[in-house]
């Protein structure tokens, strides 16, 4: 274990708290107190990782998708959706103002042609959007929350998730292409969030410049 954690710069004490949870598989037993662990311990701590830091799942979540990715009856596109589901946050969505603004957004996934579950929590997090921008007074006035804000923004997203998808590896085995689109997910996802906040912190210094004057 000290060379795992040498290898996946992981401390002993936390891959031992992984193995306790069920996150991180058991080595080969070699003595007593010794097992030797592999490099589908390594991809599994850099999942691990990935779920827990950059996704900021639970560990019964990140637990639920580890089994998702192990399990070989389970279809990849199924395990995917586990992990998509398990990365929408929980909260009240118990209002009838909600179940309007899902309503739009079933309708949204109908006119863009999107294969998306309907039971898919995604479907759940784009109204929770809607329903803060409602909330906070986002929008200019006399515009209305609605989903057709988004129709032009469809098209290049499909066209960029076409690609992010593709690059799995066609030769890998069914868990580390699980492990590759999961993983791809959340990396991007975060990769995304920082470079529009760039953008903003960018548009930001443009209008409210130090000098006080747009520039």
Do not use: W
């Not at 010794?34 to 900021?56: E, I, M, N, P, T």
């Amino acid at each position: 274990m000290g060379e795992l954690s040498q290898v996946t710069g992981v401390a002993v004490a936390t891959l031992k708290f992984y193995l306790r949870e069920g996150l991180l598989h058991a080595g080969e037993a070699t003595a007593v107190n010794q097992a030797d662990y592999d490099d589908s311990h390594v991809k599994r701590v850099k999942l691990v990782r990935a779920l827990l830091f950059l996704g900021r799942l639970s560990v019964a979540d990140t637990r639920r998708v580890i089994a998702a990715v192990d399990d070989e009856a389970l279809p990849i596109h199924e395990a995917f959706g586990i992990a998509q589901d398990a990365m929408v946050p929980d909260r009240d969505r118990d209002s009838e103002r909600y179940a309007e603004v899902l309503a739009d957004v079933d309708r949204f996934v109908a006119r863009h042609g999107l294969q998306v579950r309907p039971q898919a929590a995604v479907r759940q997090m784009f109204a929770d959007a809607l329903i803060g921008l409602e909330e906070c007074s986002l929008l200019p006035e006399g515009c209305e929350v609605e989903t057709s804000l988004f129709d032009d923004l469809v098209g290049p997203m499909v066209e960029r998730a076409v690609d992010e998808v593709a690059t799995t590896p066609a030769d890998a085995d069914r868990s580390e292409q699980v492990e590759h689109t999961v993983v791809g997910t959340i990396v991007f996802e975060v990769a995304y969030a920082a470079l529009r906040r760039m953008a903003l912190e960018h548009a930001s210094a443009k209008l409210f410049p130090a000098s006080g004057r747009p520039q």
